[in-house]
């Protein structure tokens, strides 16, 4: 796998010590003369001071060698003999310096200073040119001017260096041992765990490489820590994980390079290099989430991808205004959007995560031009988005949260209508339900909020050409679903909706019935009559419409016919219970006729309901004289 690139160089090789400084060296302020000795025959043919220089320096230091202070010129003689690549006889005066200083003749702390700063240059130069093994023996002069017991900052980055050059050569154990010193001298230094880092990646300890790491992302965003001007004034704290996640790569350690990744994106200030180690990061995290079983495990994985997207999105709103750099924002918002849709795919069984990722495809499809692929993404994300809000409304266990869910779903309902009504002109979408499911949705939330423009909403809704009779009965449904109670208007959608499947050449048996049966529950409810709603004489016509398609019609459910039946007789009960015998023995009749149409159950009801309604004829006969005109 190809992954972008962000990274800098894996080497890090900190500077000399900042308290190194050099004295001014002789023979090199600005302006002087050349030396008289240029005058000597000998001598002619030289060009340069510095050669005169160090020839006086040389008979210097054999001259003074007995000298107290000869240690300074001591010191810059070795300087310029590694400056003339003469390292044999530098490394014999350095050894002379180590036994001197080691014994009767110590050098002052500011010549230590010096000489550290000298071997310290000269072992950066053999790292530059990739000879680990000599830096080694010049940072190795460099320790022995340090006590077994000293404590300073110094020696744990000399330590450090060290580490880095044991790393080239393959040498683990040394560098570990160099590490481990480093942190006993310096535990809270940055650049002390990355080395931890580097080995535990080496060693294949990943859980100790990934505890590093939040080490090291800890330290970076301590403001307190004493490594921070030292970050700030040379070395980002984005380059040491950029580092390491490239380090972490190159050694298969992929979950550690991640982390290493998330946290670069989380330090970084620059929006490009933000987005690239996001790119990445995905890269290596989705081929695993998309195996992984449903889990906690994975709950947390898209927990985290969510928050990486979210930083994405912060950095798109980062871009300046130039034409180059919006193009190039247009294009890194296509992937984020295309990869937060793809996430939004995969938690089909966690609806509110769903929903989050689904909201930031919309928000980063919106850096993108509004063209018609864009403007079909940016509906259909926010029509899912608000069908599982909607969805969460129903569910909700407060008053106070389904509100809130409803008033946030009707806010992406009017933003996709605007989208939806750009959308319309630029091809055929006669078989998009989206306007549809905006009408639904809409009315839904109205309704359960007791919206007083419910009432215009629906003027517009009964005048729409495009309504189908399914349409109708979800409108009938949503208006009696708690807390919404409107009955009149699941009523009049039900007739409506009737209507419909009766105007067709060939009526869907099936469907009439289920719309009828919802129509007659509606209308006649268990126990109560409500004349005011729905009039007896309107609901006998309905019986009567269902007996004529029966007539003329194969397929009608039995189990419908039975109902009907049951309901028709019920009413005839009730009838009679209210002494409105001419009523009752008219619906009863009618529930006569529905069995006649029964095959499989008629044997079943038969007999009893012929006994019973012989019964019941006798008994209205006696009292129809009394009480024959009914109200």
Not at 150 to 163: E, F, G, P, V, W
């Amino acid at each position: 796998m190809a992954y972008p690139a962000i990274f800098f160089s894996l080497d890090v090789v900190e500077d000399l010590p900042s308290m190194y400084q050099l004295p001014v060296k002789r023979g090199e302020e600005q302006g002087e003369e050349p030396c008289p000795v240029m005058k000597f025959p000998a001598l002619r043919l030289l060009e340069t001071r510095e050669y005169v220089g160090f020839y006086f320096l040389k008979i210097i230091c054999e001259h003074f060698k007995s000298s107290e202070n000869i240690g300074k010129a001591l010191l810059l003689h070795i300087d310029m003999l590694l400056q003339r690549k003469e390292e044999l006889l530098a490394k014999e005066k350095i050894e002379e310096i180590i036994l001197g200083h080691q014994t009767e003749r110590q050098l002052t702390k500011e010549l230590v200073s010096w000489l550290h700063d000298i071997l310290w240059k000269k072992a950066a130069r053999s790292f530059e040119v990739q000879n680990y093994a000599d830096a080694l023996h010049w940072y190795y002069f460099s320790l022995r001017f340090y006590s077994s017991d000293q404590t300073h900052l110094d020696l744990a980055k000399l330590q450090r260096n060290m580490a880095s050059c044991y790393l080239h050569l393959k040498q683990l154990d040394k560098a570990k041992e160099a590490v481990t010193k480093a942190e006993r001298q310096d535990p809270t230094n940055v650049f002390t765990h990355f080395y931890i880092f580097k080995i535990a990646i080496i060693e294949g300890n990943s859980d100790r490489a990934l505890q590093a790491i939040t080490t090291l992302d800890n330290l970076l965003t301590d403001e307190e820590s004493e490594d921070n001007d030292l970050l700030t004034n040379r070395r980002s704290p984005t380059m040491l994980l950029s580092l390491a996640a490239r380090f972490a790569l190159e050694n298969g350690q992929q979950i550690v390079a991640g982390k290493a990744l998330e946290y670069l994106a989380q330090h970084s200030e620059d929006p490009q290099q933000v987005l690239t180690a996001l790119k990445c990061l995905f890269c290596l995290v989705l081929p695993k989430v998309s195996q992984m079983l449903e889990s906690e495990n994975k709950k947390n994985e898209m927990d985290r991808l969510l928050t990486c997207l979210n930083t994405a999105l912060l950095k798109l709103a980062l871009f300046d205004g130039r034409p180059s750099t919006l193009d190039l924002r247009a294009n890194e918002a296509h992937w984020f959007r295309k990869t937060a849709w793809n996430l939004a795919v995969q938690c089909d069984k966690d609806p509110v995560t769903m929903r989050e990722f689904f909201i930031l495809s919309y928000k980063m499809s919106q850096f993108c031009p509004p063209d018609q692929v864009i403007l079909i993404a940016q509906k259909t994300c926010l029509l899912m988005a608000a069908a599982v809000d909607l969805e969460q409304g129903r569910k909700a266990s407060t008053t106070f949260e389904q509100v809130m869910l409803l008033n946030r779903a009707l806010e992406q309902i009017h933003k996709c209508k605007d989208i939806w009504n750009l959308l319309k002109p630029t091809g055929d979408f006669s078989n998009d339900p989206c306007e549809t499911l905006l009408l639904l949705y809409e009315f839904e939330v109205k309704s359960k909020m007791n919206d007083p423009s419910l009432d215009s909403f629906l003027e517009s809704v009964w005048e729409l050409p495009y309504l189908e009779s399914k349409t109708l009965e979800t409108i009938a449904s949503l208006a009696m679903e708690m807390p919404a109670h409107y009955p009149s208007i699941a009523l009049k959608a039900l007739k409506r909706a009737l209507l419909l499947h009766k105007k067709k050449e060939s009526i869907d048996v099936l469907k009439y019935s289920k719309c009828m049966h919802n129509l007659v529950k509606l209308s006649v409810p268990n126990r109560v009559l409500s004349a005011e709603l729905c009039p007896l004489e309107e609901v006998w016509g309905y019986f009567e419409d269902v007996l004529g398609l029966i007539s003329r019609t194969e397929g009608y459910p039995e189990m419908e016919i039975l109902w009907l039946m049951i309901k028709s007789w019920n009413t005839g009960i009730l009838m009679y219970s209210r002494s409105k015998y001419v009523s009752a023995e008219k619906w009863c009749g009618l529930a006569l006729r529905f069995l006649d149409h029964l095959s499989s159950l008629k044997r079943i009801y038969e007999t009893r309901m012929n006994v019973l309604h012989s019964e019941l004829m006798e008994a209205a006969d006696k009292n129809k004289g009394s009480r024959f005109n009914e109200e």
